[in-house]
């Protein structure tokens, strides 16, 4: 079993976005028990929230439901908890890196770095910005949560 953490500011635009991706990709492959998923922000502005409406219209209309998930902080225990923390852009790699306790088992990683799109490095925050960049990010994680888990189902298998 391998489990998955995405992180960003809020929890309620980039980082939900990858954590519904990689559920949607893990059902429809009938590998719920292969993985464990979940999603935080590194500031508690948004805790308890649903995703942002502009994020939730832009997964649906890819078919991607993410009505139900809520905002969150991360915790320490995170870093414990799961074996990868995905930085959704280098300020959240270094919020990330700092606050990881010593000895923790995360393997923390810029999200498109993994994701196969080093050159872009950080996935732009559309909260702020108008209503179109909403389809543009999604479209940037999906891109990089599928490449994401076809390399972690790939290292599972091999285990
Ligand atoms: P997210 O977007 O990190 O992709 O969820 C943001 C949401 C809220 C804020 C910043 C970014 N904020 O400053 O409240």
């Known amino acids: 079993m391998a489990s998955v953490l995405f992180v960003c500011t809020g ?17 429809a492959e009938g590998l719920e028990r292969a ?3 979940d999603s935080a922000g590194t500031q508690s502005f948004h805790e308890g929230e649903a995703p942002d409406a ?13 009505t139900d998930l809520r905002a969150r902080r991360v915790r ?7 074996d ?17 306790p010593r000895g923790a ?6 999200f ?9 490095q950080d996935v732009p925050d559309p909260w702020g910005r108008g209503d179109d960049g909403f389809d543009i990010v999604f479209e940037m994680i999906a891109d990089a949560t599928e490449k994401i888990f076809q390399d972690l189902k790939e290292k599972e298998a091999e285990k």
């Open 11 to 27: 929890n309620i635009c980039r980082s939900p976005t990858a954590e519904g991706v990689f559920r949607h990709l893990a059902r």
């Open 35 to 37: 993985f464990a998923w």
């Open 54 to 66: 502009r994020t939730v219209a832009a997964a649906l209309r890819r078919g991607i439901d993410i």
């Open 76 to 82: 320490p225990e995170d870093f414990h908890a799961f």
């Open 84 to 100: 990868y923390i995905y930085a959704m852009d280098r300020g959240h790699y270094r919020a990330l890196t700092g606050l990881c």
């Open 105 to 110: 088992r995360a393997n923390i990683s810029l």
């Open 112 to 120: 498109l770095e993994s994701g196969g799109h080093a050159e872009l």
